[in-house]
């Protein structure tokens, strides 16, 4: 068999909503399969410094920030902040049309005053796994500070999240022909989106990894559950949804496979000969 590449989104695929421990089913898929000779990466939204926990683990490298941000080991093979008139332009349209902000950068993010107390207000009406991961990330403090403490750092993409769909349309108008908006939900009137930069997203970020490894993208396996993993599963040679995933992602998917708390992530390694 020919040496495959594996890409694991982590919230909602590699772990459950918001943690950093995946299930021992998933980790000793991970560890067979890498013995088996195949190459396992993170591919997630999340920024290098909220995802690099798990890579003790043990991952050959990761595709953070949505595909921004790209480490094979310990060597950087791409890396594509908003420039600095990028950046100001999308902090002060969201601020001006009252969207929450997180700026994500390399080793955390910088989320506004006040996100957690909106979070906390809806999720007692919606309980959607993407409330859930930011409400645990905050809580948790996955590398999360306040807006003040943010200090100019390079800025990757944005989470927001907006009380209406008419306050981010009202964004969107203004970015979207550099920004790409991902809505990951907009159930009940909450719209949680990433602002992504058209230069990158995750199936471009798979292309990458590939070209730098000479491995054809027909080798390339990923799992997701959400809208941000679109593109990587429209990339991949096999791509695979978890049960609890998006429904319009599950279309997209090739197959659909159990929940990470069921062993899906291992029966799905197995039925596929990848450990």
């Known amino acids: 068999m020919s040496k495959k590449i594996i890409f694991l989104d982590i919230d909602g695929t590699l772990t459950e909503p918001g943690r950093n421990v995946p299930p021992a089913s998933a980790l000793e898929a ?18 290098y410094g909220m995802l690099s926990p798990l890579l003790a683990y043990g991952f050959d490298g990761a595709v953070a920030s949505a595909g921004g941000y ?19 332009k999308v902090m002060k349209t ?18 506004d005053e006040g996100l957690e107390d ?36 390079p800025v990757y993409k944005f989470v927001v999240m907006s009380p209406s769909m008419d ?19 907009d159930s009940r009137g909450i719209v949680n989106c ?22 054809p993208i027909s080798d390339a396996v990923g799992f997701g559950d959400s809208m941000n993993d679109k593109e990587m599963l429209e990339t991949v040679g096999l791509s695979i949804c978890m049960e609890n995933g998006n429904e319009a992602v599950k279309k997209i998917a ?5 929940p990470v708390t069921e062993d899906g ?11």
């Open 118 to 153: 909106f979070l906390r207000e809806s999720f007692g009406k919606n309980g959607s796994s993407e409330l859930i991961r930011w409400r645990e990330m905050i809580k948790k403090s996955f590398h999360i500070r306040p807006m003040e403490e943010y200090a100019g750092q």
């Open 70 to 88: 790209i480490a094979c080991g310990e060597q950087v093979i791409y890396d594509c902040p908003m420039t600095e008139e990028q950046k100001e």
């Open 194 to 215: 990433e602002i992504i930069n058209r230069k990158f997203n995750k199936g471009m970020g798979v292309k990458r990894v590939c070209e730098y490894y000479q491995i």
């Open 167 to 185: 306050n981010l349309n009202r964004s969107k108008r203004v970015l979207e022909s550099e920004f790409q908006f991902c809505i990951q939900d």
């Open 30 to 47: 991970v560890k067979n399969a890498r013995k088996a000779g195949n190459l396992v990466f993170l591919c997630s939204g999340r920024n």
């Open 265 to 275: 992530l291992w029966k799905a390694f197995q039925k596929h000969n990848l450990m």
């Open 254 to 258: 090739d197959e659909v496979c159990p």
């Open 94 to 111: 969201l601020e001006e049309n009252g969207v929450y902000r997180t700026a994500e950068c390399v080793e955390g993010a910088y989320a």
